[in-house]
């Protein structure tokens, strides 16, 4: 089992920034491949962006890539997502979560089924 803590949200004008946190606990002795996700109220859940569990392989949904950039450092069991150039239609809640990787493969995962763990998210609010 392993336990996942996001912090870093807030509110922040258009144009603005945050870097979210995800802290993993419990049997971290093995990396996970870990991915963030957001809700808005009446949407779905979607995928943002997804970090493979060295670290070598992100992947990031079209709507952020060039204003997100995923990172983890496996030392502090910590993944980050790094949000600038925020737009009032990125306000959601933010949830990490994680997996673990079958023996030989080093890649990402994007989708919340292919997630076991998840952390209670944090609210990241826009203003335009």
């Known amino acids: 089992q392993v336990q996942l803590v996001e912090s870093g949200g807030g509110l922040v004008q258009a144009g603005g920034s945050l870097r979210l946190s995800c802290s993993a606990s419990?049997?971290?002795?093995?990396?996970?491949?870990t991915g963030w996700f957001r809700q808005a109220p009446g949407k779905e859940r979607e995928f943002v962006a997804a970090?493979?569990?060295?670290?070598?392989?992100?992947n990031y949904a079209d709507s952020v890539k060039g204003r997100f950039t995923i990172s983890r450092d496996n030392a502090k069991n910590t993944v980050y997502l790094q949000m600038n150039s925020l737009k009032p239609e990125d306000m959601a809640i933010y949830y990490c979560?994680?997996?673990?990787?079958?023996?030989?493969?080093?890649?990402?995962?994007?989708?919340?089924?292919?997630?076991?763990?998840w952390g209670q998210g944090t609210q990241v609010t826009v203003s335009s």
């Open positions: 979560a994680a997996r673990t990787s079958p023996p030989g493969y080093s890649g990402t995962y994007s989708l919340p089924h292919e997630y076991p763990y």
């Open positions: 419990g049997r971290t002795g093995s990396s996970y491949a």
């Open positions: 970090v493979s569990r060295s670290g070598g392989r992100t």
